[in-house]
């Protein structure tokens, strides 16, 4: 059974920072693209940061030299550090992880909250 469990999520004041952790099991990693998305109150689900096997990053333009996305194919991790967060992060983040030879095998967690306020 597959299960990709995210933490770290909270509230936070503008400024601030969160780190996000995927904790994955059932599958490696190391067949695995793997990507951060989120969704606020209203919104379209969005992609934020996505990350290949071999540690290619790419970051959506509105978080980019703000958030950093990190992996650990051993240990099955995948993390997101969140600098200097602004109300609009506000938003449900979700891991994916997409397989390298099929999309047909995607995997989602069950979202953690991040809520950003004064």
């Known amino acids: 059974q597959v299960q990709l469990v995210e933490s770290g999520g909270g509230s936070v004041q503008p400024g601030g920072s969160l780190r996000l952790s995927c904790a994955v099991s059932?599958?490696?990693?190391?067949?695995?693209?793997m990507n951060w998305y989120r969704q606020a109150p209203g919104k379209q689900r969005e992609l934020v940061a996505h990350i290949s096997v071999g540690g290619t990053t790419n970051y959506a333009d509105s978080v980019e030299g703000r958030f950093t996305v990190s992996r650990d194919n051993v240990e099955n991790t995948v993390l997101l550090q969140m600098n200097n967060l602004q109300r609009e992060d506000t938003a449900v983040y979700y891991c994916n992880a997409v397989n390298v030879m099929s999309r047909q095998y995607s995997y989602w967690g069950q979202g953690t909250q991040v809520t950003v306020s004064s």
């Open positions: 059932g599958i490696s990693l190391t067949m695995y693209k």
